[in-house]
């Protein structure tokens, strides 16, 4: 088991699947860190990391090419790049993501929680998906998902999803911990 006191959360803090991350991070002991900026809206604000303008824009990409990778349209629109940037820097930041939402036909997991699982791919870091339509976790392994129970398994890691948080979804996040860590 790792030692919880070692370990580091990053997130973004918002309504749903984040704020249920950090929620068992404080009940486990596990250091948090949520990255906003100034403007953005959390509901968890515990540690928040306010990141400047200048350091949004380590993790700016073109949006034509999120789009791409996306099998969506994003437009030039100010605020979501700043999202997209945000993201960015989660997923920079730990060494394992994990994400809780709906994975699309396309294998691209919907809204901006897609976005932390391609830059997850990207940067070559494990990364699994609890999807809640489906109930259970897949990770990315050769190209494709693929049931997988998961563990936190590093001394940092993501997590990003959906703000419309499951009961099926908040347990597997909970059990998550509870298989890393034991009892709280």
């Known amino acids: 088991m790792l030692d919880r006191t070692?370990?580091?959360l990053f997130s973004g803090g918002h309504r749903g699947v984040?704020?249920?991350?950090?929620?068992m991070?404080?009940?486990w002991g596990i250091k948090e860190v949520n990255y906003s900026f100034i403007g953005?809206?959390?509901e968890r604000?515990?540690?928040i990391q306010n990141l400047s303008d200048e350091e949004l824009a380590r993790g700016d990409i073109s949006m034509e090419l999120a789009s791409k990778m996306m099998n969506r349209t994003?437009?030039?629109k100010r605020k979501i790049r700043k999202v997209l940037q945000l993201i960015f820097h989660m997923v920079n930041s730990g060494h394992q993501v994990f994400v809780v939402g709906t994975i699309m036909a396309d294998d691209t997991v919907k809204g901006g929680t897609g976005w932390a699982v391609e830059l997850a791919k990207l940067f070559h870091r494990p990364v699994a998906a609890f999807d809640q339509s489906r109930k259970e976790w897949f990770a990315w392994k050769e190209g494709k998902w693929q049931e997988a129970q998961?563990?936190?398994s590093h001394e940092t890691f993501c997590a990003?999803?959906?703000?419309d948080l499951t009961p099926e979804g908040r347990q597997a996040i909970e059990q998550l911990f509870a298989d890393a860590f034991g009892t709280p």
């Open 150 to 152: 998961p563990l936190i």
């Open 45 to 47: 604000n515990s540690n």
């Open 6 to 8: 070692k370990c580091t």
């Open 18 to 23: 984040e704020s249920a991350f950090g929620e």
């Open 160 to 163: 990003s999803g959906t703000r």
């Open 74 to 76: 994003y437009y030039e």
């Open 25 to 27: 991070a404080e009940k």
């Open 40 to 42: 953005h809206k959390v």
